[in-house]
Protein backbone atom coordinates (compact mmCIF):
# COMPACT_ATOMS: atom_id res chain seq x y z
CA UNK A 1 0.00 0.00 0.00
CA UNK A 2 0.94 3.57 -0.04
CA UNK A 3 1.05 5.43 2.78
CA UNK A 4 1.77 9.39 3.76
CA UNK A 5 2.57 9.65 7.19
CA UNK A 6 2.58 12.92 9.43
CA UNK A 7 3.28 13.64 12.76
CA UNK A 8 3.44 16.46 15.68
CA UNK A 9 5.23 15.63 18.88
CA UNK A 10 7.22 17.38 21.30
CA UNK A 11 11.09 18.44 20.86
CA UNK A 12 12.01 16.11 22.83
CA UNK A 13 10.94 13.08 20.86
CA UNK A 14 11.12 14.69 17.16
CA UNK A 15 14.48 13.20 16.93
CA UNK A 16 13.28 9.56 17.45
CA UNK A 17 10.79 9.74 15.29
CA UNK A 18 12.14 10.68 12.42
CA UNK A 19 15.08 8.37 13.13
CA UNK A 20 12.30 5.68 13.35
CA UNK A 21 9.80 6.69 10.37
CA UNK A 22 12.90 7.17 8.06
CA UNK A 23 13.43 3.22 8.38
CA UNK A 24 10.17 2.63 6.71
CA UNK A 25 9.16 5.73 4.59
CA UNK A 26 10.49 8.26 2.22
CA UNK A 27 11.45 11.69 4.07
CA UNK A 28 9.91 14.39 2.09
CA UNK A 29 9.23 17.14 4.08
CA UNK A 30 9.67 18.59 7.90
CA UNK A 31 7.51 15.42 9.89
CA UNK A 32 5.91 14.11 6.43
CA UNK A 33 6.79 10.88 5.04
CA UNK A 34 5.29 8.98 1.76
CA UNK A 35 6.43 5.68 0.08
CA UNK A 36 4.92 1.78 -0.34
CA UNK A 37 4.97 -0.25 2.99
CA UNK A 38 3.16 -3.50 3.86
CA UNK A 39 0.75 -3.78 6.53
CA UNK A 40 2.56 -5.38 8.78
CA UNK A 41 5.46 -3.28 8.70
CA UNK A 42 3.48 -0.57 8.76
CA UNK A 43 1.93 -1.93 11.79
CA UNK A 44 5.48 -2.18 13.44
CA UNK A 45 6.01 1.32 12.57
CA UNK A 46 2.82 2.73 14.31
CA UNK A 47 3.18 0.45 17.28
CA UNK A 48 7.29 1.86 17.95
CA UNK A 49 5.77 4.77 17.44
CA UNK A 50 3.40 4.63 20.26
CA UNK A 51 6.44 3.41 22.32
CA UNK A 52 8.36 6.95 21.45
CA UNK A 53 5.15 9.41 21.74
CA UNK A 54 3.24 11.12 24.65
CA UNK A 55 -0.32 10.04 23.31
CA UNK A 56 -1.53 12.97 25.42
CA UNK A 57 -0.09 15.67 23.65
CA UNK A 58 1.46 13.84 20.20
CA UNK A 59 -0.12 12.89 17.19
CA UNK A 60 0.83 10.64 14.18
CA UNK A 61 -1.68 10.40 11.05
CA UNK A 62 -1.45 7.98 8.25
CA UNK A 63 -3.29 8.37 4.46
CA UNK A 64 -3.52 5.52 2.86
CA UNK A 65 -3.93 4.03 -0.68
CA UNK A 66 -3.70 0.86 -2.96
CA UNK A 67 -0.86 2.87 -4.98
CA UNK A 68 1.00 6.32 -5.84
CA UNK A 69 -0.89 5.89 -9.36
CA UNK A 70 -4.45 6.93 -7.57
CA UNK A 71 -2.52 9.65 -5.89
CA UNK A 72 -2.12 13.39 -7.70
CA UNK A 73 0.82 15.24 -6.24
CA UNK A 74 1.91 18.80 -7.06
CA UNK A 75 5.69 20.56 -6.10
CA UNK A 76 5.65 23.93 -5.71
CA UNK A 77 9.01 25.68 -4.79
CA UNK A 78 12.16 22.90 -3.69
CA UNK A 79 11.50 19.44 -3.12
CA UNK A 80 13.15 18.38 0.49
CA UNK A 81 13.82 14.58 -1.23
CA UNK A 82 13.15 13.49 -4.29
CA UNK A 83 12.35 9.55 -4.33
CA UNK A 84 12.87 9.49 -8.19
CA UNK A 85 16.79 9.16 -8.09
CA UNK A 86 16.62 5.43 -7.07
CA UNK A 87 17.49 2.72 -8.88
Known amino acids: MY????????EKRVGKMLKLCRKYLNWIQNSVFEGEISEVKLKELSLKAQEIMDLEEDSLITFSGRTEKWLDKQIIGKEKSSIDNFL
Open 3 to 10: VILVYDCG
